[in-house]
């Protein structure tokens, strides 16, 4: 018990001195919390229900870049040989194995009993308070966390789906038919041409592959007129390598984002005494946001890579992103927020980047919290807002049942006076 109610302190003092989005309000929620957790740790039985508890506590913050890594313990590689997101407000299937296609798309009704607003609350109370998007993610990501072994699903058309969770290695997906000209596909990245264009279909930024196999192409790209950057579903990885590949992109250093992070000043606790003698401190803006962790250093941040630089600089760019455009793939889509030729077409992004500090815990998990934030560089704040597109297009499910993909169609079809 000593070293659960330890880990619980430490959450709660890490993200005091750590995290950049701190208000009053949210300061006063986060003791309440805080306090909150205390008494329900005392009377956790299992570690799982502890680890249910520490979700709950950190999801509070309402952060992208904030949530609870389990223990080895409580780790398994499960999966349901089907992937859900939302789509039009619907929840719905839109990755299957090849026994439950005609599955894909059908909005849900019930998930375990469980109505679909009652479902994405409990998953957001463990993840992300105002995503359910990135929630889903994440839940589908833990479901040994969550459902151990069933999953029932009921449909609105009365259809009704049984499913067991799977080892991941055992799962193979249905594979979407590639009918334009395929020049590579790896895990990575796919890159395809179609007449004077190329789409570059990026699915996560955590292997130097993507910046090896992109740059593998360079000559084909500078033949081309447009490409197009496809980001939807990235879940982001290493905004490093995401610099390397928008180097290509600029003749000089970018911006890449305008960051900032707490100042913890000891000095200004040190020459604090008038706090104990109760005297007026209203004037000293300084000393008053350091005690209330909202005292912070920002600059922007730029960034140039000599190889490769600016190759491309004179091509239209077209970029694809949705609300799971995450974490460096945010820091992708940013890169190239103020360039011109360049077009944003999806939804808003996810909501959140930054970088984020983890913090072990004596119970074995990892507390991963936001500690530097990020605003676009022209100093919009985007946390829990997201990128806005130039060009705002949803996705369709009657589109996504006739299997039609009206971004990417747009993106192929649609000259854009640039």
Request: hydrophobic share 35%; with cysteine.
């Amino acid at each position: 018990m000593e070293t659960r109610l330890a880990d619980v302190s430490t959450i709660y003092h890490s993200a005091l001195n750590l995290f950049p989005y701190w208000t009053n309000k949210k300061l006063e929620e986060w003791k309440q919390a805080y306090l909150d957790t205390i008494k329900q740790t005392l009377s956790s039985d299992s570690l799982t229900d502890f680890y249910h508890l520490l979700c709950q506590f950190t999801a509070r913050l309402d952060d992208g870049h904030t949530m609870i890594y389990l223990p080895k313990e409580l780790k398994e590689d499960l999966v349901y040989p089907i992937a859900l997101d939302m789509i039009e407000n619907q929840l719905v299937i839109v990755k299957t194995t090849n026994d439950y296609q005609n599955y894909l798309y059908l909005p849900i009704k019930r998930i375990n009993g469980l109505s679909v607003s009652d479902f994405l609350k409990e998953i957001t109370s463990k993840f992300w308070l105002s995503n359910e998007v990135v929630s889903l993610y994440y839940y589908q990501n833990y479901l040994s966390f969550f459902q151990p072994n069933q999953l029932s699903v009921e449909f609105f058309s009365n259809d009704r789906l049984e499913l067991s969770s799977q080892n991941k290695e055992t799962i193979v997906w249905m594979e979407e038919k590639v009918e334009k000209e395929l020049v590579v596909e790896t895990d990575t990245i796919t890159i395809i041409k179609d007449k004077n264009k190329i789409l570059i279909t990026i699915k996560h930024f955590l292997s130097q592959d993507v910046v090896t196999i992109f740059y593998q192409y360079m000559e084909l790209y500078k033949k081309s007129e447009v490409i197009i950057f496809d980001v939807r579903g990235n879940m982001g990885g290493n905004s490093g390598l995401v610099n390397d590949i928008c180097s290509a992109f600029f003749k000089e250093a970018f911006e890449t984002e305008l960051s900032f992070y707490q100042v913890l000043d000891a000095q200004r606790y040190a020459s604090g005494t008038q706090l104990y003698y109760k005297q007026d401190i209203s004037d000293d803006n300084e000393f008053t946001q350091t005690l209330s962790h909202q005292y912070y250093l920002e600059g922007i941040d730029q960034e140039t890579v000599p190889k490769n630089r600016g190759e491309l600089s004179d091509k239209a760019v077209i970029i694809i992103q949705n609300r799971q455009t995450y974490s460096s793939a945010e820091n992708f889509v940013m890169n190239f927020y103020k360039r011109p030729k360049t077009r944003i077409i999806g939804t808003y992004s996810a909501r959140s980047t930054g970088q984020p500090a983890l913090i072990a815990l004596e119970t074995g998990g990892t507390f991963m919290v936001t500690a530097k934030g990020v605003k676009i560089p022209n100093g919009k704040i985007h946390h829990n807002i997201g990128i806005k597109p130039d060009i705002m297009m949803e996705e369709m499910l009657s589109d996504k049942l006739n299997g039609v993909d009206s971004l990417l169609n747009y993106a192929l079809q649609t000259s854009i006076d640039y």
